[in-house]
């Protein structure tokens, strides 16, 4: 059985960082294209980054290109986004997923405010 299990969410101030991460389990994790999504109230679900499996080569929205990192860990079938500069904006719930079968975790919250 396919599982994502995301964690490292929380409430930040405008500017700081967060690490979320996605334990990922019941497939051969290093073979399969990982993204990250968000989701806000109100709002459409947004792809944020997402990094191949073979080359670990990555692609990012415009909205968080040069703020945000994604980075996996193949031996700790773990998936990694380092978010710098957090603004009020990307306050959302944040998924990870497999696109291949459409798989994705519950989610962490990330809140950004003063």
């Known amino acids: 059985e396919v599982q994502l299990v995301e964690s490292g969410g929380g409430m930040v101030q405008p500017g700081g960082s967060l690490r979320l991460t996605c334990a990922a389990s019941g497939f051969t994790f290093s073979a399969y294209t990982m993204s990250w999504y968000r989701q806000a109230p109100g709002k459409e679900r947004e792809l944020v980054a997402t990094i191949t499996s073979a080359r670990g080569s990555t692609d990012y929205a415009d909205s968080v290109k040069g703020r945000f990192t994604i980075s996996r860990d193949n031996a700790k079938k773990t998936l990694y986004l380092q978010m710098n500069s957090l603004n009020p904006e990307d306050t959302a719930l944040y998924y990870c997923?497999?696109?291949?079968?459409?798989?994705r975790g519950q989610g962490t919250q990330v809140t950004v405010s003063s």
């Open positions: 997923a497999r696109p291949t079968g459409n798989y």
